[in-house]
């Protein structure tokens, strides 16, 4: 990356570009053997008391004293993605939300307050795409008591690494307290190629029956909660084309199932689950298909999953696939005090 003027290196941002995309250079310890620079680029979040924070787009803060900054100046947003489909965050996170709908939902401004009985972080957090209509403390006091009539800890979901996504935010709630728990790749890719696998795995997709509904068999292998609950059914049916993938398995339990939703050009991947003796039989391979093929049919054209960050072994299926990483989502919740 440039930095220089006239063979000069110089900075050229100061507080007011807080918000904006920067690209700095600073002196460190930490820089590779024979360098004393290293490179950071990101959301520029906040410029206090002298310490610069910026949040690349892993959602980890950096924090650069202004006496180490060597140069810098602002770039412009993330570039659209060259492989696969083009999509902006606020497209989709509204796609991804209409897939995993709460039980219970209520706006505050253009925020909104999701629950479930707990069942999943994602029903049960914050998603705030846009301004909550108030000042910030005010609105973190409100969803506070509204999870709190729920028997639910207060959660925020905040998105980083495209743009339009909510560094800023997380800095503010980072200013409170607040503490990031658990991040997540959002991965995009073409659909059509997930339709059309290899040959020798036709026969394990002949094995995938699909079904508007998900039966007591189906949830048996999912297993994502502790007990049964209105709620959960509730989540798992929603969304505007709803399929359930199973590979029936001999003691009535499936072996592999998955969940899929169409929504117009976007098809979405949940639930994807395979019986630990079952795996590496390209058993997750064929529910995809299965669901790509279905979602072909009904027009889509783009696909979307996400993947824990700590997940490796999933996220290496998924890249071999052809997704790629879109953007990454964080929750966070207040600061609970250890004894």
């Known amino acids: 990356m440039e930095f220089t003027t006239g063979g000069r290196l110089e900075v050229r941002i100061t507080p007011v570009d807080v918000g904006k995309r920067v690209s700095v250079r600073q002196l460190t310890d930490e820089a590779p053997p024979g360098s004393k620079f290293t490179d950071t680029v990101g ?17 980890v803060s950096v924090r650069i004293p202004e006496s180490a900054l060597v140069a810098g100046k602002t770039v412009p947003p993330a570039p659209a993605r060259r492989r696969g489909p083009s999509a902006t965050f606020p497209e989709l996170a509204r796609t991804m939300a209409r897939a995993w709908q709460p039980a219970e939902s209520e706006q505050l401004g253009d925020w909104q307050l999701r629950a479930a009985a707990g069942f999943t972080r994602r029903a049960n957090s914050v998603l705030p795409l846009g301004d909550p209509g108030r000042p910030l403390d005010e609105a973190l006091d409100q969803v506070t008591a509204w999870y709190a009539e729920r028997g639910l800890p207060a959660r925020l979901q905040l998105s980083s690494g ?14 409170r307290g607040w503490t990031r728990e658990v991040s997540t790749r959002v991965l995009t890719g073409a659909l059509a190629p997930l339709g059309d696998p290899a040959r020798p795995l036709e026969e394990t997709v002949d094995r995938v029956t699909l079904s508007r509904s998900c039966d007591t068999s189906w949830l048996n292998r999912y297993q994502r909660f502790s007990a049964p609950d209105p709620a959960i059914l509730k989540v798992l049916s929603s969304g505007p084309s709803t399929w359930f993938a199973s590979v029936p398995g001999s003691d009535g339990v499936p072996v592999a199932i ?22 590496r039989q390209g058993l997750a391979t064929a529910v995809m298909t299965a669901l790509a093929r279905r979602a072909l049919d009904e027009g889509a054209s783009a696909a979307w999953l996400q993947v824990e960050e700590n997940n490796g ?8 696939m052809g997704f790629r990483t879109h953007h990454r989502y964080h929750y966070y919740r207040p600061h609970i005090p250890t004894a």
């Open 162 to 175: 495209a743009e339009a996504t909510q560094e800023t935010l997380a800095a503010a709630l980072e200013g």
């Open 43 to 59: 959301v520029l979040t906040s410029w206090d008391a002298g310490v610069l924070s910026i949040t690349p787009r892993s959602g």
């Open 258 to 279: 998955g969940r899929g939703v169409t929504d117009g050009r976007w098809a979405g991947f949940m639930a994807v689950e395979v019986d630990p003796a079952a795996r």
């Open 313 to 320: 072994g999933a996220g290496a299926l998924y890249e071999g």
